[in-house]
């Protein structure tokens, strides 16, 4: 029988000695709804180590939301380089401008306000609004869920409308317990997760709520939760022109700004997606009269592999002489320092390093 008191109570017990002292839990982003949002954002699909850097150097460049809202999204999007999943700093920049022009630069406090900002679902308001407000507004995220499917325990998909309404269930009743701070049980559910509670091999011996676990008790914590099997990611086949001018520029493209493309405004080395049997080279002639540039492909240059939401992409770049090379608003010549005020993939990114000018030969080497 789960008792949400018994379970919420040694849990917190154990998240003030043990958790970790991470940076958007020090003293001035801890309730900063802002600081806390953005965290929230870059830690989705993005590991804690990972993002530590970007959270910072992001919020030197935009300390709270009216400094988010008045940027260009170029900068904002460069800002967010390297962390992938743009739609996040997108959405997080309207998120910034929704706050100033609906709630006068001030962040929203109640639960259904900020879950109306652009791009923050149940998991995010209900963290922002229990971190920030300590509200008892509930929270799970895949560390919450694997916990509690085990402490439930919960059988089959979790992404199932009944195993879902299961666990935002039980998470609304251990965030009611009257006895702990929504601020503090909501992290240390995840805290849990991701310390002992863990995908693989959960540390039960140590965990603080062993007694509350069901799981634990039928001996089936390696089994649940239950993971349906992956699809395999599909293969895709890109090439990508590099074209150099005489002091070594490079030629860039941006991408259009249409929601139904990745990587929507930013800049890369003009690429295209191979057709079915089409040639590498053909590709590349294709694309050069896409873009008014007469491609004339040289010689392979490198061959990266990368992955896209579910694509496994093989991307060839070609040195390519390029004979119309006219200026546009969205193709240009760009040079090295240029180049670090663009917002690009982080793959662009190193091809482009990779080949720019003023780099040694050992730097273009460890580049890739
Ligand atoms: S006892 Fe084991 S399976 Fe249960 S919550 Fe603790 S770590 Fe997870």
Redesign the pocket.
């Known amino acids: 029988m789960f008792s949400p008191a018994s379970f919420a109570e040694k849990l917190v017990a154990w998240f003030d000695k043990s958790q970790r002292d991470l940076r958007w839990r020090q003293a001035h982003n801890a309730t900063d709804p802002y600081r806390i949002l953005v965290s929230e954002v870059m830690l989705q699909q993005t590991t804690v180590a990972a993002v530590g850097p970007f959270y910072e150097r992001f919020l030197n460049r935009f300390p709270n939301s009216n400094s988010l809202a008045e940027a260009d999204e170029a900068d904002v999007l460069t800002q967010w380089a390297g962390l992938g999943y743009y739609a996040r700093a997108r959405n997080l920049h309207k998120a910034a401008k929704a706050i100033q022009s609906e709630h006068g630069g001030i962040f929203p406090r109640e639960l259904d306000e900020i879950l109306a900002l652009p791009g923050v679902g149940r998991y995010t308001a209900g963290a922002v609004a229990s971190i920030a407000y300590n509200s008892r507004a509930p929270i799970v995220d895949a560390n919450v869920a694997r ?1 509690l499917s ?2 439930l325990p919960v059988e089959g998909d979790l992404k199932t409308s009944k195993n879902q309404a299961a666990l935002w269930d039980a998470a609304t009743q251990i965030v009611q317990v009257e006895s702990v701070e929504p601020h503090t049980v909501n992290p240390a559910m995840m805290e849990l997760g991701a310390l ?2 863990t995908p693989k091999n ?3 011996p140590v ?1 603080p ?2 007694d509350n ?1 069901q ?2 008790k039928q001996n089936r ?1 390696n089994e649940l939760p239950f993971i349906p099997p992956k699809k395999a990611p599909t293969p895709m086949f890109d090439v990508c022109a590099l074209a150099q001018d005489a002091t070594g520029r490079i030629l860039l493209r941006q991408r259009p700004n249409n929601a139904d493309i990745w990587w929507q405004g930013m800049w890369e080395l003009p690429r295209t997606t191979r057709s079915e049997g089409e040639s590498s080279t053909e590709a590349l002639i294709r694309l050069g009269q896409e873009l008014g540039c007469a491609f004339v492909p040289q010689t392979r240059a490198i061959t990266v592999k990368h992955g896209v939401t579910r694509y496994a992409i093989e991307l060839e770049c070609w040195r390519v002489q390029a004979n119309q090379p006219a200026e546009s608003e969205t193709l240009k010549w760009i040079g090295t320092e240029e180049a670090d005020n663009l917002a690009m993939p982080s793959v662009m990114r190193r091809l482009f390093e990779r080949f720019a000018p003023n780099r040694t030969s050992s730097e273009q080497l460890s580049l890739l």
């Open positions: 916990v085990r402490i002992i509670c959960p540390r039960c965990c709520v062993s676990c799981a634990q914590q």
